[in-house]
């Protein structure tokens, strides 16, 4: 694929993942992908034949890398699991008053509303948490209870988001960032 190919199917990805984070897989049409991203129509299906699965399903898994990119980075000495952790929500909680509350996690919308139902886009979900708590299981790996920890944290990142898009505030992210010192203090 030349240039111009890789910067269409960005493009696409790129508008798929902001409609698909705000208004949810079912509030998400291709018109308004190919709208948003300014794309041809036949670009949609030439980049993606699988349809809207196949273009979701790689927006997830693609932002789902990039935070997995951040949690995988190596860590610094001086800086704590429960100091990487609190920096994380900082990160989100930034992210996420940006856009007016209205991007939380770039998975949990899609496995939300899709997990019990289609089956490839569960997969892809999965994958991209079972890469995150792996990511968060090597920063604990000092630990005898790494695997529990990692769950657990995400678990209380992902509640936290969730709380913080739908109270509009940052409150449950700060109170999140206080129990994680003190559960991985």
């Known amino acids: 694929m030349g240039q111009k190919g890789a910067e269409t199917r960005d493009r696409l990805l790129d508008a798929t993942q902001e409609l698909v984070e705000t208004a949810g897989y079912f509030g998400t049409g291709l018109n308004q992908v190919i709208a948003v991203s300014g794309a041809p129509r036949g670009s949609l299906y030439f980049h993606f034949p ?11 898994r693609r932002a789902g ?21 609190e920096g994380v929500l900082r990160h989100l909680g930034d992210r996420l008053a ?20 289609n089956d490839p ?55 999140v960032a206080r129990q994680i010192h003190t559960l991985l203090g």
């Open 50 to 60: 699988g349809g809207k699965d196949q273009l979701v399903g790689e927006s997830v």
């Open 98 to 117: 940006e856009s007016d509350w209205r991007k939380g996690c770039p998975v949990a919308t899609v496995a939300l509303e899709t997990a019990a139902v």
């Open 121 to 175: 886009l569960q997969e892809v979900c999965s994958e991209v948490y079972s890469s995150w708590e792996a990511a968060l299981r090597a920063r604990l790996a000092s630990r005898p209870d790494a695997d529990d920890l990692a769950v657990t944290v995400l678990a209380l990142v992902e509640g936290a988001l969730l709380l913080a898009r739908a109270h509009r505030s940052r409150d449950p992210l700060e109170r």
């Open 65 to 85: 890398q990039a935070i997995g990119d951040a949690l995988g980075e190596p860590a610094d000495t001086d800086t704590s699991p429960a100091e990487f952790v």
